[in-house]
């Protein structure tokens, strides 16, 4: 709680000293975050606000505060929120408000001759991510947790020019991982603890970096901005 908290951080503060990455590397390029706020409509849209008012009323119905349950409706609603195709798979075909935002961007970026890592702690919704660039014939390297031979999907970005995407599962390339080719960075669903996504942020943000890293938070509006308050709380 609030107290407990308050008495362990009085009682470790003398205690503690802690270097930020820009105080121990001054020779880093800068980095620049940007939120890209899209707009959940149409059938989306009904999708959301229906989940939520079913989990609203049944939660309502049976007196549920807290727990599992909870959890499971919340990740429901961030799937939805991402896209259909996470709740139904019948409906992977099917674009979404952050399909819609950035795919445009990702052919920009590429014609212009930059590399980008998009992240997601959806497989699926990296998969469906796959399959849209698959129709439009952009090469890309791709990892999670699954993927045995990180050492080539991390070469084939890195050093191959015809490969300028990473696809990455937010917990298997939160660590270990040297990704200094990319240029900018996309972050397609909010994740809970901050820490994490900055992890991922750093595998371009690190030594042996020439040029400004880029980062775009895509976030749905009217859905998961909770999320972004509760990172904002974390510290």
């Known amino acids: 709680d609030d107290e407990s908290r308050g008495i362990l951080v009085r009682a470790v503060r003398p ?123 952009i090469r890309y390297a791709y990892l999670d947790g699954s993927t045995r031979k990180r050492e080539n999907e991390v070469n084939a970005f890195q050093n191959d020019p015809e490969v300028p995407l990473f696809l990455v599962s937010l917990k298997a390339g939160g660590t270990g991982l040297n990704l200094t080719a990319a240029d900018y960075v996309f972050l397609l669903d909010p994740w809970w603890n901050p820490a994490v996504e900055a992890q991922a942020i750093d595998r371009a943000h690190r030594i042996g970096r020439e040029h400004p890293v880029h980062v775009y938070r895509i976030i749905a509006k009217r859905s998961e901005e909770h999320t972004s308050e509760l990172q904002s709380r974390q510290y």
């Open 15 to 137: 205690f503690l000293l802690r270097r930020t990455k820009d105080e121990v590397l001054d020779d880093l390029p800068p980095k620049t975050e940007q939120v890209l706020e899209c707009e959940l409509d149409g059938q989306q849209r009904a999708d959301y606000d229906g989940l939520r008012a079913h989990f609203r009323t049944r939660f309502s119905q049976a007196g549920t505060r807290g727990g599992v349950e909870v959890l499971q409706a919340l990740l429901r609603l961030r799937q939805t929120a991402c896209h259909p195709g996470l709740i139904d798979e019948a409906r992977a075909k099917e674009t979404s408000a952050k399909l819609e935002v950035i795919l445009p961007l990702i052919e920009e970026l590429i014609e212009a001759g930059h590399k980008a890592l998009i992240f997601s702690q959806f497989t699926g919704l990296l998969g469906i991510v796959r399959k849209n660039l698959d129709q439009r014939g």
